[in-house]
């Protein structure tokens, strides 16, 4: 069984509650004591006060003259010393004792009456230390008692204590009656006041609730759901804990933007290659059929097995450019060696010359070597591909310029460069300048800046496209690590 509510507000509540019971408990407490003691040393003096109206100025304070007989109990005037109701007297020597307590009589007046012997058996028992002392007298009550001794003899005092108990018990029932007051008022007040103070944190929460119930598995899914901005200042808690549900919440959707993004990335990766796949495959069956129909055909079998075999060196350069990329996606290592990043710059731009004279092919390099940590042929693949890019997709007499530098290189040309709707997407992957331009065997169908970008990430650099038309640069940076 939980004691304890389950809600903030009903444990606010109950600790509410809880801390002004105690603090009525600890006021009641020292409330009670402080008036106990103040009635209890007032009750004491009167007992002095009495005993000596009864035995004289001195009786409660030291040795004196014994009384004479008409200063004895049984010789008082009945309603002329001043003593109150339910005073008691008593005079102890030896075997002589004697004492009366002052009762209401039938006329209303104070009456005298004698003490039995069981009662002054009880008071002979009272210490004579000077201090009062608390008895139980049969037939009479509580009664708060002085003895003291003079000449030979022990004087006794006494008042009852019901007037004490008395007040002290009204005091309680008061104290009783206002502390649960007080506890049923922080009860209520405290429900009211905290149920108004937590109502933006059950805002925010129904903003979560909300949130957790849309569909967030697949598809494009956009959360709309924040949190009021009079809920976002940073200034209180509820505000701390708003503002950084929007911020979850911003980053929620910003990931399941890019999770779509990269699903249709992969569908779309999935259907191009293929497509790719799909070309050269139906190439190779077209021309493995040529020849099984013509077997005789010895010019038409030799054609077909050299088509079948440059089909088969594009398919086999596809699939090798889509395990490297499946791989940099997988997070696989690359090597870590020292590179010789001038050495690979000049001769990736010497074939380049061999491979298309007909460009005008330019290297600045800095006096000091250039050199960096990585994977030698990774690297090399991608000044490869960005040569071969810029050969491809400029018509001869483009002057192509590499530049090295401390963090990387740039491979610059001033052919037409990329149209201007393709700039954004030229690192994606089957994303080519000229959809309709038939490649050569052993291209990259579209994934050669792809794996560039993939390559240089991984080295954990960055590579960069500015393209206009008479000036196009791609910017390499590579980690110095």
């Known amino acids: ?227 009021p901005e009079r809920l976002t200042d940073e200034h209180t808690e509820v505000g701390q804990v708003g503002a950084a549900l929007n911020t979850l919440l911003d980053h929620v959707e910003t990931s399941l933007e890019a999770r779509h993004r990269s699903e249709q990335q992969v569908r779309q990766f999935v259907a191009d290659a293929s497509h790719e796949l799909r070309t050269p495959l139906a190439t190779i069956q077209g021309y493995a059929e040529l020849a099984e129909r013509r077997p005789d055909d010895v010019a038409a079998v030799r054609q077909a097995v050299s088509k079948v075999g440059v089909e088969a060196v594009r398919m086999s350069a596809l699939v090798e450019d889509l395990l490297l990329l499946a791989r940099l996606d997988a997070g696989r290592p690359l090597e870590h060696e020292p590179v010789d990043l001038t050495m690979l710059l000049l001769e990736a731009v010497t074939d380049a010359r061999v491979v298309a004279p007909d460009h005008h092919w330019r290297i600045e390099l800095p006096d000091e070597p250039i050199e960096t940590t990585g994977d030698g042929q990774r690297l090399h693949q991608v000044v490869t591909n960005l040569l071969t890019n810029a050969r491809k997709y400029t018509p001869p007499g483009t002057t192509v310029t590499v530049s090295g530098d401390a963090r990387g290189f740039s491979v610059r040309d001033d052919g037409p460069g990329f149209p201007p709707e393709l700039v954004e997407h030229a690192f994606e992957r089957f994303t080519r300048g000229d959809a309709a331009r038939t490649r050569e065997a052993g291209s990259s169908a579209g994934l050669g800046l792809a794996l560039v970008q993939a390559i240089v990430t991984a080295h954990g650099g960055r590579v960069s496209l500015a393209s206009r038309p008479g000036d196009t640069v791609v910017r390499v940076d590579l980690s110095r690590g």
């Open 1 to 227: 069984m939980r004691l304890l509510p389950r809600t903030l507000s009903g444990r606010l509540v109950l600790t509410t509650v809880v801390l002004v019971a105690v603090v009525a408990l600890l006021v009641s407490t020292v409330a009670t004591l402080a008036m106990s003691r103040y009635l209890g040393d007032r009750l004491d003096r009167d007992v002095r006060a009495s005993l000596g109206r009864a035995y004289g100025p001195q009786a409660g304070f030291g040795p004196g003259t014994p009384p004479d007989a008409d200063d004895r109990p049984g010789g008082h005037d009945r309603d002329g010393d001043g003593q109150g109701i339910g005073t008691l007297t008593a005079y102890l020597d030896g075997g002589l004792r004697s004492g009366e307590v002052l009762t209401t009589g039938s006329d209303g007046y104070g009456d005298r009456t004698a003490l039995g012997d069981d009662v002054l058996a009880e008071l002979a028992d009272v210490p004579t230390d000077g201090e009062s002392h608390d008895v139980h007298l049969a037939g009479l009550g509580e009664y708060r008692v002085l003895a003291v001794s003079r000449d030979g003899a022990v004087l006794v005092g006494g008042l009852p204590t019901d007037d004490v108990e008395a007040i002290l018990g009204r005091l309680l029932t008061a104290e009783l009656l206002l502390s649960l007051l007080g506890v049923a008022a922080a009860a209520v007040g405290g429900t009211l006041l905290v149920r108004r103070q937590l109502r933006p944190l059950r805002d925010v929460a129904g903003t979560a609730h909300r949130v957790s119930e849309l569909p967030l598995a697949t598809g494009d899914v956009a959360v709309h759901e924040r949190v």
